[in-house]
């Protein structure tokens, strides 16, 4: 008997924990299905720090031409490991892009900007590297989920950052923000104060804050139920974007909470919302369209 997809993704990750295994997440990421795609790296190495590593996933095909997909979990800025995610980089690869998975340092061992300097260092690996494993480092989007998300967006708002990493910002085609906080002053929590309470400008640690006409378009998703991460953050940005003529899509799944809008990029939950095929078919759409070309505001071309 073949149980529903969703049943079935339940069922995986009871059993892995009955057998032990030491969290739901890696439970479901080491027995969930995944989507055929190529692993073409593995703990490559884009600084000297030991979380500065980060995994490569290529279309099943090959990559040649592709665009290449940074994607940043999330976890509070104190949690996470790229080897939970492996499902998601293959997802992604098998929608045509070249994907990198990377970690980055969390807090305590780091507070506010350094993982964001994490990140821009990975992207700046994916400037130098991308076309050895067969991508375009001129059309490069970020994607993150949850802190990841904010890491993603931030990334493409402010950018000095980049800059300093020796990366020309104007690559950054789209960001994709699933379930991001964005606009989440005052702070609340004692992780997110430990996190960003040592920042000199704390408005400054707020994507809504970045916003201006050089954005890149952003697809910003979450779940109607989210609880974690209120879906006010995806309205508020969206509406900052909008009034600097950036192009924006917004999604606001029903019935999906703050973990759901990522587990449905995953073969066995994929049917609860499109959110895989909707997030992929804008960032293609801004990874091919210049500026000129009829879009609100098309992707730019990198010199």
């Known amino acids: 008997m073949t149980l529903p997809p969703l049943r079935q993704a339940l069922a995986f990750a009871v059993l892995a924990l009955t057998l032990g295994a030491c969290s739901p997440l890696t439970a479901f990421a080491n027995l969930t299905p995944t989507d055929r795609a190529q692993q073409a790296g593995q703990g490559l190495a884009f600084g000297v720090e030991p979380r500065q590593r980060l995994d490569l996933y290529a279309p099943p095909n090959g990559a040649e031409g592709a665009p290449v997909a940074v994607f940043f ?3 509070t800025w104190e949690d996470g490991r790229r080897q939970d995610y492996g499902w998601v980089g293959r997802a992604l690869a098998a929608e045509g892009f070249l994907t990198l998975a990377p970690d980055y340092r969390l807090y305590p061992e780091v507070t506010y900007p350094t993982f964001l300097e994490d990140g821009a260092a990975a992207i700046a690996w994916a400037v130098e590297n991308a076309a050895r494993y067969g991508g375009d480092p001129s059309r490069i989007v ?24 020796g990366v020309d910002p104007s690559r950054i085609r789209a960001v994709a923000g699933l379930a991001g906080p964005y606009d989440f002053l005052p702070l609340e929590g004692a992780t997110v104060r ?17 916003v201006d006409e050089r954005a890149p378009p952003a697809f910003l998703a979450t779940g109607d139920s989210d609880s974690v991460v209120l879906p ?9 974007l909008r009034a600097q003529g950036v192009a924006v899509e917004t999604r606001f799944y029903p019935d999906l909470g703050h973990a759901g809008v990522l587990l449905a990029l995953s073969r066995p939950l ?5 959110v895989l095929e909707e997030m992929t078919a804008f960032l ?3 990874t091919t369209v210049r500026e000129g070309s009829g879009g609100t505001v098309a992707a730019r071309q990198s010199p």
């Open 73 to 75: 979990y999330g976890g």
């Open 142 to 165: 970020l994607i993150g989920h949850s802190a990841g998300a904010y890491n993603a967006v931030m990334l493409g708002l402010d950018r000095r950052y980049l800059e300093a990493a």
């Open 194 to 210: 430990g996190v960003f309470g040592v920042a000199d400008d704390l408005p400054a640690t707020q994507p809504i804050n970045q």
């Open 232 to 240: 006010r953050n995806t309205e508020a940005l969206a509406g900052a």
């Open 270 to 274: 994929r049917g609860r919302a499109p």
């Open 284 to 286: 293609r759409h801004h």
